[in-house]
């Protein structure tokens, strides 16, 4: 049996913008949920989310699983776990165990800082079309 899947591409605020701004995307962004649940079971969100989300399981309730990133979070990765929690998504990497080197996104120049930023999320039952 074929199955729709929606996909959506974002680009999220960075860290240091206005927060009315950040509520405005997440806003935004949840419009497009709700609408692309109304099409399909199947929705994933992927780009560049530009938060960190830390590694509590618990805090994620589902979201985050036992490979999550570096520990730390931040303002945008409190965000992206609300709404992955509020609408029951997974953060796809956080799932699978790869090696450090697959797992930076971002990287910054003449600094030895390096995260993870850019995520794969979805719904529970992608998860399990996809695996």
């Given at each position: ?105 971002y ?9 993870t ?10 998860n399990?079309?996809?695996?």
């Amino acid at each position: 049996m074929e199955e729709k899947v929606t996909i959506i591409q974002i680009y999220a605020p960075t860290d240091d913008y206005d927060p009315a701004e950040k509520d405005a995307f997440y806003e935004q962004l949840q419009k497009e949920m709700d609408e692309a649940r109304e099409r399909s079971k199947h929705v994933i969100i992927m780009g560049d989310w530009n938060g960190r989300v830390g590694r509590d399981m618990v805090r994620g309730q589902g979201c985050i699983g036992k490979f999550a990133g570096d520990g730390i979070i931040n303002d945008n990765g409190e965000r992206i776990i609300d709404f992955c929690v509020e609408n029951n998504l997974m953060i796809g990497t956080h799932f699978y165990n790869h090696k450090r080197i697959h797992q930076i996104t971002y990287s910054a120049l003449g600094r030895q800082a390096e995260s993870t930023i850019d995520y794969m999320v979805y719904t529970r039952h992608t998860n399990y079309a996809i695996c």
